[in-house]
């Protein structure tokens, strides 16, 4: 049977992991390189990756790679490939990580969530339909405006941006931004200030991060 | 006002959307398979997270598309 690797990022060529860098399992990074780009991977063996310490390994590697400036282009989890397929990664999306890699070079991602509003939504249990679903569009609403006010507060330092409504499933207001390193505290600092303006709302910022909202 | 009692801890929403990020979003290349986080299963289907669990998943007759 061959042997899988499981896969985390992509670089440019050059960039290695730092040493020890361990991945899903504990196996150690290595990459695969084509002398253009460079694919991070690590042997799957026996281990499995079920669990959340998983998902950790494998945003941890990716952070590696940002480590030393780099801004990769992070995959998404649970990608498993033969060994003798390593090198048909690159040459397949060689475009792709070209255009990736030129876009990213020199940002990360940035995270912004909204919880809450200043009413609570009746239970469909106790409420009358009509209540329910006035209460829905009301706090569907006042996420609009909410995020609508944090995109206008730091679109002078945004490059890309990924929206997140509230739908089914979910009642926070999200949005990821694509932005400068060298204006993470800028950033940062005009969301704080903006606190202010939404005592209704839990704004919590998160990141950085690889920029995973933007390498889909 | 936030609900008291429901509000998640800020290390618990650092977590959601690690999560949200690493299961849903970066770039794709091919393959399927199936991971469990905080010991449920969860099914991709190529590469597109499924809601729902191995078992319902295979109540629809889907495991046949699935690598474990």
């Known amino acids: ?216 | 006002m936030m609900a008291e009692g429901t509000a998640l801890a800020t290390d618990q929403l650092q977590l959601v959307e690690l999560v949200n990020r690493v299961l849903d979003r970066g770039a794709v290349i091919s393959g399927d398979m199936v991971i469990s986080v905080a010991g449920v299963d969860l099914v991709f289907v190529g590469l597109r997270l499924v809601l729902c669990s191995v078992e319902t998943a295979r109540a629809a007759s889907l495991t046949g598309a699935v690598d474990g």
Request: hydrophobic share 40%; net charge neutral.
């Open chain 1, 1 to 216: 049977m061959a042997e899988r690797h499981w896969l985390y990022c992509v670089t440019r060529a050059g960039c290695e992991p730092p040493e020890g860098t361990a991945g899903i399992g504990g196996a150690g990074v290595f990459v695969v390189d084509d002398g253009e780009h460079a694919l991070w991977a690590s042997r799957l063996g026996d281990r499995s990756p079920r669990s959340i310490d998983g998902v950790r390994c494998h945003n941890a590697v990716v952070m590696a790679a940002m480590a030393g400036g780099v801004t990769p282009v992070p995959l998404r989890f649970g990608q498993v490939v033969d060994a003798e397929e390593l090198p048909a990664v690159l040459e397949a999306h060689r475009l792709e990580w070209r255009k990736r890699l030129d876009e990213f070079a020199g940002t990360l991602e940035l995270g912004v969530r909204l919880d809450g509003g200043d009413y609570r939504v009746p239970s469909a249990d106790a409420a009358s339909g009509r209540q329910f679903m006035e209460a829905l569009l009301r706090r569907r609403r006042e996420a609009l405006e909410a995020v609508a006010l944090v995109r206008r507060q730091v679109s002078a330092y945004v490059l890309r941006e990924h929206l997140q409504l509230p739908e089914r499933g979910r009642d926070f207001t999200g949005v990821a931004h694509l932005i400068r390193r060298e204006r993470t505290e800028m950033y940062r600092r005009s969301l704080d200030e903006l606190t202010a303006c939404l005592p209704h709302f839990r704004l919590t910022i998160s990141g950085p991060w690889p920029p995973y909202s933007f390498a889909a």
